[in-house]
């Protein structure tokens, strides 16, 4: 693989696997995941906006490796989080001869990162995949750790396996043609690991936060490159969320749930969104069981406005 | 647990879990079942057949013990594992409220166990589940070794996981009621730990075979128990079958599967049965081949008769 300016390793029960923060890393893409190529062809799983704003910068340099993308595309939104969405992905996977040695790669926000990741989890028992997350929330936290899945009618995210991927791939470019709304939604997950135990951190998103938002790319890889950092760091130490490191990477998740069920998951609150009504709250609780002073607080609802 | 007089230990990546082999088990299996009772209640998949021949047996002891049983009963036969079974069993295991830190009891046959083990190891990204097989072929084969999973119409066990179950309990006097075309279909799974690698253990079957079949005790748990010790040895060497020492255990399942395929996996051919004729017609080409001598196959041959 290439030699990456930032390269994080997450360490698991099974091994490690590398995320590497780089600009221009979808356009170099053919180069890192040539190795992961077989009878000289890749699948690639995305939705139809990621593909159509993405696809292009991903295809280059295919041609000149030999390599032959085939793209799998499925519905865009929480909706392709499905058993119905699975069972097709994976029979035109079967269909089109993926064996356990091939690599599968997720290209896409978190629905596709998950999707993918289960179907590669449970064909033929376990195949490999790698993640080149898209979004901002999907750079931060639903890419690094393992957690795969789909929802059914009971829940979100209630079936589904912990499968590493083999490498993530992070383009802070990528994040360009995404919408505000998606951006604000994935900040909200890199101002969590300033909450959940790195103060210096949080004090860093009150003076760049809004760089961040606006697009500056210099802040952005700051603030992905400290997420990431601090995903892995818990991830290895409570891979399976059983010792409880893990659980507070839920904070704010909690009451975030809870709303966008009354949500139905739509497009009325995002995830990141219920996740910053979620912290607020999950303060305000504190506040008022006297865990905390009222100023933190203050600071956390005067950060996300 | 209680005391056993034959234990055998799997040792895999993760960890290691008991097998005990002992005529009785199914009669005492609340004593060993009491500590994975969650809120006084215990699942069990099964299918109408074991419920209606075993069950009664299994239920003996939960009452004094203040467990609850509660049955879910799965359809009969190959056709359980499949996506619409696996979608049901998910389902009503979440209407029932299972947590990761529930044990799901998977009794009956291989394809319980198979469709058990996977609905666990997917739900909520993985529960508990202990095996108690009820057929020779369960208590020799498919009980052992974590492998789980379902069939997809492009073939069997397509989809599935690598989930070890956290104990095994194999009581050879379930098999008192299980019809004799099914004792020798699992019986040719035993004979297949002879033929790749204990050539003492093949002529131990030429001599007591017919015990084994005929519903000798002792003859059943010394067959059983060279089982699955052979079994715990290769899954300890090559969990995950990329060394390719596991790959032993499919001696015989390349011809079969394709005459499975062939008869629609359907009543006309046991699993064991294809296995019998896959592991002669093995034979039979390797004598092609030149890679062994005629005798050998010819012994085969007869002892399948």
Known sequence: MLACASRIDVEHAGGAYPIFIEPGLI?????????????????????GQVWAAQGPRLRIGFAGAGIALIPIIVAVGEQAKSW??????????????????????????????????????????????????TTLLAQVDSSVGGKTGINVQAGKNLVGAFHH???????????????????????AEIVKYGLIGDAGFFNWCEAHGHAVIAGDLEARIHAIRASVAAKARIVAEDERETSGARQLLNFGHTFGHALEAETRFGSALLHGEAVAIGMKLAFGLSVELGICGKEDPDRVSEHFG
Do not use: W
């Not at 890192?32 to 000289?40: F, H």
């Not at 599968?104 to 028992?125: H, N």
């Not at 991927?165 to 900040?187: F, H, M, W």
């Open 165 to 187: 991927p083999a490498a993530v791939l992070i383009d802070p470019t990528a994040l360009d043609t995404l919408p505000e709304r998606q951006v604000k939604s994935g900040y």
């Open 27 to 47: 356009h170099a893409a053919a180069e890192m995941l040539a190795p992961y190529a077989r009878n000289d062809r890749l699948i690639i799983v995305s939705d």
């Open 84 to 133: 119905s969405v699975l069972i097709n992905l994976i029979d035109r996977l079967i269909a089109l001869g993926v064996e356990r040695t091939d690599t599968i790669v997720a290209f896409g926000g978190g629905v596709v990162g998950d999707l993918t990741g289960f179907a590669a989890s449970i064909l033929k028992r376990g195949c490999t995949y790698i993640q080149i997350p």
